[in-house]
């Protein structure tokens, strides 16, 4: 029988070992994506299939898109829980402050670590992390089959709407010929490629619509046409009647212009800059552009918050994306 992820086989088994008897806590990021839900709904009940009491703890509410993937999945937001001693395990997250502050304080040794992101270097007691996978979905859907571990058809939902949002409806460049055997297997047991559509792109909210139009007008060019900038001022989610989660795919539209290499959203809040960074090729590598202000990410998409002013902050990244784009012209093609 075929083998995904021959590497993590072995060490894989002796965790589930190591998890029996023990009460388990799935940790996933702040501002949770479709890969970040999915992969910590899908471990919570294949670990609960094996008689594991294990449960879904976010730091922010599950956005009303992809609530669907949830069902009778035991999860909790962070201000409902307190460390009651069950052992933490985290998926989707690149670093132990990905969860936030107050996650990190109440479970400062985590035991394990289901990730893809490349600025991971390993910060749990198991690791299972592999950067050349398009999504945490695609590692655990892996591990499950090769495990052969029972996957019923929530869980395969959750797995698949992972993997297909986090490359990009399989647009992306990280879909591989794996993520395609894995999703077919996903199908086979239950995922409903069609529910995962709808439920995610067509119950856009008017607010969301309104958001669009406001971001696509702020748009401007810069870095001579290759890179493509919007930013959302400070009060317009009140002024417009939407909400911080309506922000989803808004910069894939920077990205989307004809030339542009790289799309950024500019979020403006008291005392802080949120940014999102796209790129339509991983050589741009926006986690590194992104760490340069606190942040982190995947090579082609990435985010940072920075304590700073709109007006301090624009010229800085300007300056970081102008020297990316012309490292990027430097190296050998």
Do not use: W
């Not at 190591?18 to 670990?47: F, N």
């Not at 009651?84 to 304080?105: I, S």
């Not at 559509?197 to 046409?225: A, D, P, T, V």
């Amino acid at each position: 029988m075929k083998q995904f992820y021959p590497q993590f086989g072995a060490a894989f088994i002796d965790l589930l070992k190591e998890l029996k008897g023990k009460r388990v806590v799935v940790i996933g990021h702040q501002r949770p994506d479709g890969d970040c839900i999915g992969s910590q709904v899908a471990l919570c009940r294949v670990l609960g299939a094996k008689g594991i009491d294990a449960i879904g703890v976010n730091p922010d509410k599950v956005p009303r898109r992809i609530r669907f993937l949830l069902d009778d999945t035991p999860f909790s937001q962070r201000d409902e829980v307190k460390h009651d001693g069950r052992v933490p395990v985290y998926t989707d997250c690149a670093d132990h402050g990905r969860a936030g502050d107050r996650l990190k304080e109440l479970y400062p040794e985590p035991f394990a670590c289901f990730d893809h992101h490349l600025s991971n270097h390993g910060f749990g007691k198991h690791n299972f992390v592999d950067t050349a996978s398009a999504a945490t979905a695609e590692v655990l859907t892996g591990l499950f089959l090769d495990a052969d571990l029972p996957i019923d058809r929530t869980t395969a939902q959750a797995l698949y709407t992972g993997i297909m949002t986090d490359t990009g409806q399989f647009r992306f460049a990280s879909t591989s010929v794996r993520v395609f055997e894995l999703a077919a297997e996903l199908v086979a047991h239950g995922a409903e490629p069609a529910l995962a559509g709808q439920e995610l792109y067509e119950r856009e909210s008017f607010g969301k619509l309104k958001l669009l139009q406001y971001y696509i007008n702020s748009l401007k060019l810069e870095c001579g046409g290759r890179v493509c900038i919007g930013v959302l001022r400070n009060g317009i989610f009140e002024e417009i009647g939407a909400s911080v989660e309506d922000t989803e795919g808004l910069v894939d539209y920077a990205r989307s212009v004809e030339g542009v290499e790289i799309g950024v959203l500019i979020e403006e809040r008291p005392g802080i800059i949120k940014a999102s960074l796209r790129a339509k090729h991983g050589g741009l590598r926006m986690d590194t552009l992104a760490a340069q202000f606190q942040g982190g990410g995947h090579a082609s998409a990435a985010g940072l918050n920075c304590p700073a002013t709109l007006g301090e902050f624009y010229p800085k990244l300007l300056a970081a994306l102008n020297a990316r784009l012309a490292e990027t012209d430097a190296k050998p093609q």
